[in-house]
């Protein structure tokens, strides 16, 4: 399986600068998105630390153990990483004054061949369209999504609540964080979105489903989401990952039958 990845991230309309952080490791795979919170400047601090540290120390992992790594040595390594990244943040932001309370949410995924592991830390989001079919692969750390497990609103009522950046889990707030992980299937075809909120917040489902299930090169879809995220008020940073599956055999076959012609 190859992959083909695009990213993208933009301040918005109404905040003057920019507390997401977004990057990718090609040849490793890897992928990560951050979104910081705190107080001046001091959210991008934290999402700028994250997406640095991980890349480096988890991307490093993952090209000294090649693509051999089973999905349980991913998976820990991932954790460690995270684990390292959470200290290094919170052990800032307390000795720093300009920087306390500062965190950030995340999302990361390796992608490997035929699978995805993929882990998250708050409210930012992966999604992945499957034969036109959009699905949300990852389940928000927030307040509003334990009031709808819970049963207390509704998805409807919970598109227009007060509360919707209440986030229950955050890298660097505490001295640890649990990083939710799991591996997904990955097949041919299939096209994945990791976003901070101020693309999810913006722009409904149906609306991203639209635009990613468009014939168009990635890079024009990560410029559609994020104009579609501006047109409908932009009233937060917004930054986007896409990350293409492609059938590399079927390439490969292609460029040997051309090499014998």
């Not at 490791?25 to 910081?36: S, V, W």
């Not at 008020?233 to 590399?248: C, E, F």
Request: aromatic share 4%; charged share 25%.
């Amino acid at each position: 399986m190859d992959y083909e990845f695009c990213m993208r991230t933009d301040p918005g309309l109404a905040r003057e600068n920019n507390e997401d952080s977004v990057t990718i490791d090609e040849p490793t795979r890897l992928g990560i998105l951050a979104d910081g919170m705190g107080g001046y400047n001091a959210g991008e601090i934290a999402s700028g630390m994250a997406t640095t540290f991980i890349k480096s120390e988890l991307g490093r992992w993952l090209a000294q153990a090649g693509r051999s790594a089973n999905a349980r040595e991913v998976r820990r390594a991932m954790e460690i990483c995270v684990d390292n990244a959470n200290r290094s943040i919170f052990n800032a932001a307390n000795s720093n004054p300009q920087y306390s309370g500062m965190g950030t949410t995340l999302v990361l995924g390796v992608f490997n061949d035929g699978r995805l592991m993929l882990g998250h830390i708050g409210d930012s989001r992966c999604y992945r369209l499957r034969a036109g079919e959009l699905a949300q692969i990852t389940k928000d750390h927030s307040l509003l999504q334990e009031q709808m497990d819970a049963g207390l609103i509704t998805p409807e009522q919970a598109a227009t609540s007060s509360n919707k950046n209440l986030v229950t889990r955050a890298l660097g707030v505490e001295d640890a964080v649990l990083l939710e992980v799991n591996e997904h299937r990955v097949e041919p075809g299939d096209l994945f979105l990791m976003c901070s909120d101020g693309l999810s917040d913006m722009v409904d489902d149906e609306g991203i489903g639209r635009i990613l299930a468009a014939d168009v090169p990635l890079e024009q879809k990560v410029g559609q989401l994020i104009e579609a995220a501006n047109a409908n008020g932009g009233r937060d940073n917004i930054s986007v990952l896409l990350a293409q599956a492609n059938n590399g055999a079927k390439k490969r076959g292609l460029i040997s039958r051309l090499l014998r012609q």
